[in-house]
């Protein structure tokens, strides 16, 4: 057993079983033993080639170039208000950030001047990794750390979240007899491991949220992350108020649906979610459909989800690969190999979405269809 599931025993212990979201919150944000939180550096970094997993950003320079690219247009369409607050959610190591700055200094730099940027980011250690890759550009921008959402200052808001959604605790629940219980983890008979287990029935004058929990057979399983909605809900009605608009990229389907989606990654390899605490990536799909609708709840606009190769094919990504392959011939296969994992269908071009939130006078945000959403704009 790890340090963290030896703590999580005694937890249970004390207070009989977790909810799944409460196991997921302690395994990726236990101040000192979770996955994200611990000094790994001294180890080995949890996203990259060498660590778990790796993301769009970490695959090639062009993912954030074509953002920056994005968020300059939505700027303009703003009306080019200074400053502008640009925040990341859950930077990871920083290398978004950098390839956005890079984009933006080069081709818009009113724009860079009118940057105000930020970083919401937990870990301590992924903190020091951004302050030393963003410390590497050439012309490196001031930022701030900030601990939540809701620490950032007012005013018009740009906001980048990459692969941060998947990594909000996930709550799940099982139809038993009819009714919707909750799904918990508790100790094994040996006492030396955790295994699913059934809960309480989920109350729904206690959480209305879970009211729409659809009707289904037993040992259906549902999902749901109240974290995300209370985020979106918080993000939207800022939006609404300081203007700006979001963009969500991360996996999931487009249309909400039931079924376990929670997994454990470590190597690159899927392994069980309840073995080894705080030394596996943990992560769910994301309901995009549901946060959109949340969004609307909040008088937000939101637009898409679309699929992540839709968007960055509409951004042009073809022609900036085969501006990038001329520029140097030898990675010419490298650029395109990389590029083909970002938008094939077969690889994270169609599990992955797009989906941004602005403030409903907006215009079609690039990558977006002019008739918007592919979502009714009511719930
Ligand atoms: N966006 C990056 C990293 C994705 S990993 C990329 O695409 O490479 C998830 C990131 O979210 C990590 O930086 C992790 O530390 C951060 N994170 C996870 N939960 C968080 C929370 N509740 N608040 C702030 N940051 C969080």
Redesign the pocket.
Known sequence: MTPLSLLIRRKIEAEGPISVADYMALA??HPEFGY??RLRSEEHD??GREGDFV????ISQVFGELLGAWLITAWRSMGAPRPIHLA??????G??LADVWRAVTAIAPDFADALDLHL????AS?RARQRTTLAALPTPPSHRWH??LDDLPPGPLLLV????LD??PVEQYVADAGIWRQREVALDSARDGFHFALGDAVDPIRRPDLADLPEAQDGTLAERCP?AERLVTRLAARLVVDGGIALFIDYGPTRSGVGETLQAIRAHRRTHPLVDAGNVDLSHHVDFERLAKIAVAARGRPWGPIPQGLFFGRLGIAERARTLEAASPARADAIRGAIRRLVHPGRMGLLFKVLAIGHPAQPAPPGFAADGSALPTSP
């Open positions: 990726l944000a994200y939180m949890p996203i993301t769009s950003p970490e990341e959610l859950g930077p990871g190591r290398t978004l919401v980011e937990t870990s992924l601990e939540l979240a990459n692969e941060f990594a909000l974290e």
